[in-house]
């Protein structure tokens, strides 16, 4: 069985501070894919990265960065320096045979000025 | 243009109603998916399809049906809506291809009265 956990309901911030954003998942495939998507309030999905498990080099994108660790099934997401446009749900997913997606239940993030 | 549309938007329907979403991709993938997403939950997958006569159930089907026009087409139906089936539904669309990311449509939200 396939599982993601994002223990953090709700974490909120104060611009300019650094925050990351748990994943910790499940799975007994040897190759898998995870996801981390954004949910602004305006409620679309927006893609933020993709991950094969082959590949635990960590990912940077501006301020956003990635830390993928096999060893303790997790993929964390830090945002540093944080903004008021960062305030949004995210979402991190693994991809099952399918191709669907099992996502976690999401964190909500907000970051006041 | 958007590359993943769905129509409606928005729509308020009354309880045991007849009511279908839509979804078109202009990405040529042949893989779709309908997900639903209810407030502090993930999204949960309820149909997906991997080409026009391949159908499939996901963990949350029973109330839905689905149907696959076409390559580019693929619609959410609920039978006889009732208001627990009041969520945002995403449709979202990939390829075969291990790398590729799964996009996803704007969103319907749908109200159940």
């Known amino acids: 069985a396939q599982k993601v956990t994002q223990a953090q309901t709700e974490i909120s911030v104060v611009e300019k501070e650094d925050v990351t954003l748990d994943c910790v998942y499940e799975?007994?495939?040897?190759?898998?894919?995870l996801f981390w998507y954004k949910q602004p309030p305006s409620g679309e999905l927006v893609f933020l990265i993709r991950?094969?498990?082959?590949?635990?080099q960590n990912e940077i994108s501006g301020r956003y960065s990635w830390n993928f660790q096999k060893s303790t099934s997790s993929f964390n997401f830090t945002i540093t320096a944080s903004q008021v446009v960062d305030s949004a749900v995210y979402f991190c997913?693994?991809?099952?045979?399918?191709?669907?997606?099992?996502f976690g239940k999401g964190t909500s993030l907000l970051v006041t000025p | 243009d958007a590359d993943v549309t769905q129509t409606p938007r928005n729509r308020i329907t009354k309880t045991g109603k007849r009511i279908m979403l839509e979804c078109s991709q202009t990405?040529?993938?042949?893989?779709m998916y309908w997900y639903r997403q209810d407030p502090g939950l993930g999204l949960q997958l309820i149909y997906y399809?991997?080409?026009?006569?391949?159908?499939n159930k996901g963990e949350i089907s029973d109330g839905y049906s689905v149907s696959r026009q076409a390559q580019a087409k693929f619609s959410l139906s609920l039978e006889s809506a009732i208001p627990n089936q009041t969520a945002l539904y995403f449709c979202?669309?990939?390829?075969?291809?291990?790398?590729?990311?799964?996009?996803f449509g704007p969103g319907t939200r749908l109200l159940v009265l």
């Open positions: 997913a693994l991809r099952h045979s399918g191709y669907a997606l099992n």
């Open positions: 990405k040529g993938h042949d893989r």
């Open positions: 991950r094969n498990s082959f590949d635990e």
């Open positions: 799975t007994r495939d040897t190759t898998y894919y």
């Open positions: 399809s991997f080409d026009v006569k391949d159908i």
């Open positions: 979202a669309t990939t390829t075969s291809l291990a790398e590729e990311t799964q996009y």
